[in-house]
């Protein structure tokens, strides 16, 4: 299967204008260099032509001869006969670690350890009495045999009830709930795929949901987002080119950057999934986890009609209530829930009747917790911003974590180090979609107490410094 390829005019606009201070060939060769650095292009991707880049950027043959030589000197691409000139990590990319819940590291931790390894928060207020009122209620339901394959009615009611406040017609006959949203999202994906069909994704993206695509064996298609920001061209290229039959979007502040995708790119995407026959498979985990205004944007579903979106509140009420839902059309309604048996029967009534309970009081944060996750946010972001200058990280709107650009590729040596420190971290490229590289990002979620998070920070501070140190940087 052919790689990703990038057009002539849009490297020229990644790279950005030209330096008058430096020679041509080598201000596109170090362009080309640090992009890759950056992750924005991604190993393997096919560059322009260099007939094509004299034309986008009019410089001379010679010139952009000259860059590509100089960045195949340097070991950033490689020529290949008959597919031109392709990008290349240095040495060969850096394998990453897997979802940061690794079946080989369920057991408990030492004392004192933090780990920053999963964004989740502490259960919502109001959560054992919710619990208390659904076991008064789970009498009505003892008395049958105890499986809902498609949900209890009352919580998927609720569900369909939360969609249409936020302007989706919804119909609680369009709602399967799940184990959690990841579970959702596998049953998404097999009711539409088979073994071999491609799915296109950015990179970086959620983990566990990677690993699960991987699973079923399925070829992921990367697109870079390693900034956040939804590259629309990039995606309807590589749809044109590749012929996806799938594509998993995070437009609610994606997980890990954070980022939110406004209305008309949400029309524009929808746009290319109609265009070539992509269904979109939307994760609206974090959609409700605000934390200035609410966002002013209508459900993905709003715009692609025939797209599935998976949901669940892990992250909005609490990690231990293990209840997802799909929102799929009608005419995919069936295939979910068929897919969904394939490694589940049915979730447990008693959590199905909290949730409901909890959608019906309040179906997302309450005001203090938002007002508790944005200080916390801004303690990390300012603390690490203080100690670590050369660390760039946007704070986001919504979401649990934020997003760092390292001044140099060194994230699982971070990683490495933080964790003798004390501090389990999730490297850039445990979100790469191709399992390696993003080795200039990493992840710091703020969902933690207070006086955690401050432990945290100091203990990333010194491992960072101890990876600097050792590398001679800074």
Known sequence: MPGPRISAHRLVAMAGPPDARTPSYAWLADAVRLLVADGRLLHGTRLPSERELVTATGLSRTTVSRAYAELRERGYARARHGSGTLVQIPGGPVSGAAEPLPLHDLGEHASGVIDLRSAAPSGQPGLAAAFERAVERLGAYTGGMGY???????????????????????????????TGALAGCVAAFRAVLHRGDRVLLQSPSYPGTLASLRQDAVRLLAVPAESGRTDLEAIAERAAASSPRAMLALPDFHNPTGTLMDDDERARLAGIWERHGVVGVVDETLCELWLQDEPSVRPMAAHAPGSITVGGVSKSHWGGLRIGWVRAPRDLVGAVARARTTFDLAPPVLEQLVVTDLLQTRAGLPDDTRRGLRERRDLVHGAISRELPGWQALSPSGGLSLWWRLPVARSSALSAAAERRGVLLAP?????VEGQGLERWV??????????LEVAVERIVAAWREVVAHDGTR
Do not use: K
């Open 148 to 178: 809902f394959p498609l949900g209890v009615p009352e919580l998927r009611e609720a569900v369909a009830q939360r969609y249409r406040e936020r302007g989706v017609p919804t119909r609680s006959d369009q709602i399967v709930v799940t």
């Open 428 to 432: 850039g490229s445990a979100f790469a």
């Open 443 to 452: 992840r710091t979620p703020y969902a933690l107490p207070a006086e955690q």
